[in-house]
């Protein structure tokens, strides 16, 4: 068998009770199989990216596995999906939305799946839940450091909320 890789899940939602949404996508995390729990960031409450869209929940959870990335992403559609997401507009308000952000070592670019997750720097709800789950010397596997990437990206409108778990 093949030694598990650490995976990077980013979780967020900003409709029907958006923190409860989380709370059972990380149950649903858990039930994974072929993976193995490896702890989860705080709670983040920031705005939308995007004008007129509700606040959005986000965090991030670490995982170990053994699944490939696509049945790993396969699976994790599936726990949208559960979970009552309704893929009407692409960047519209959602139920659910979890993004493989890292998986191990891998540089992936596939049609479904790119790994690390290509808007990554961008988002500070993702670049900070990543960094309590990381060393502070952390590197991706494309060699940026976590470091650089926060320091380019502001803390600004991100607020820690407590413990999702
Ligand atoms: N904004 C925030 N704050 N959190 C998200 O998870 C998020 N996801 C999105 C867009 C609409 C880009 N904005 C977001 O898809």
């Known amino acids: 068998m093949s030694a598990p890789e ?4 980013g979780l967020g939602s900003n409709l029907a009770e958006p923190t409860e949404q989380l709370r059972q ?17 705080g709670l983040y409450l920031s705005d939308s990216l995007l004008p007129g869209q509700p606040r959005y ?5 670490a995982l170990d596995t053994t699944l490939a990335p696509l049945a790993l992403l396969d699976a994790l ?3 949208e999906n559960e979970q009552g997401r309704v893929r ?12 493989i952000l890292l ?4 540089l992936l670019d596939e049609p479904r799946l790119r790994v690390p997750h290509y808007q990554l720097h961008l988002r500070p709800f993702v670049l900070y839940p990543l960094a309590e789950l990381v060393p502070g010397d952390f590197t991706l596997a494309d060699g940026r450091a976590l470091s650089e990437l926060l320091r ?14």
């Not at 929940?57 to 959870?61: I, P, R």
């Not at 998986?103 to 891998?106: C, D, M």
Request: proline share 5%.
């Open 6 to 9: 650490r995976v990077f899940i």
């Open 25 to 41: 996508a990380l149950h649903g995390l858990r039930q994974l199989p072929a993976t193995q729990w490896a702890g989860v960031s």
């Open 57 to 61: 929940s986000n965090a991030v959870a």
């Open 77 to 79: 559609q599936r726990i």
């Open 88 to 99: 009407a507009e692409r960047w519209g308000p959602r139920t659910l939305d979890l993004d």
């Open 103 to 106: 998986f191990g070592e891998r």
């Open 152 to 165: 380019a990206c502001p803390f600004q409108g991100l607020e820690r909320a407590g413990e999702l778990a």
